[in-house]
Nanobody, 116 residues
Framework: QVQLVESGGGLVQPGGSLRLSCAAS????????MSWYRQAPGKERELVAG????????KYADSVKGRFTISRDNAKNTVYLQMNSLKPEDTAVYYC?????????WGKGTLVTISS
């Protein structure tokens, strides 16, 4: 079955960096686009970044453009989210998402807290 496992979250000071990873299994990873979403306390889940199956095209929420970079390693079945210049408003649970054969799958999320 499809499994997505996020890792790499933690507590970071404003201005710091983190790299999130999402290890995927149960489907042919290289055939599908992948996305990162986040959900802050009291807010709806929102799209942060997406990447096509081959990695040639990416998209970002306006709030993270220029600070976050999504990438993937199809040999390792892993998608990454490099987050730089982190702000307190980036605090959220970050989720990996895959749309496979018409169904959306989610990981359990990894908590990112930006605080001094």
């Amino acid at each position: 079955q499809v499994q997505l496992v996020e890792s790499g979250g933690g507590l970071v000071q404003p201005g710091g960096s983190l790299r999130l990873s999402c290890a995927a299994s149960g489907f042919i990873f290289r055939n599908y686009g992948m996305s990162w979403y986040r959900q802050a306390p009291g807010k709806e889940r929102e799209l942060v970044a997406g990447i096509t199956s081959g990695g040639s095209s990416t998209k970002y929420a306006d709030s993270v453009k220029g600070r976050f970079t999504i990438s993937r390693d199809n040999a390792k079945n892993t998608v990454y989210l490099q987050m730089n210049s982190l702000k307190p408003e980036d605090t959220a649970v970050y989720y990996c998402n895959a749309g496979v054969n018409g169904r959306y799958y989610w990981g359990k999320g990894t908590l990112v807290t930006i605080s001094s």
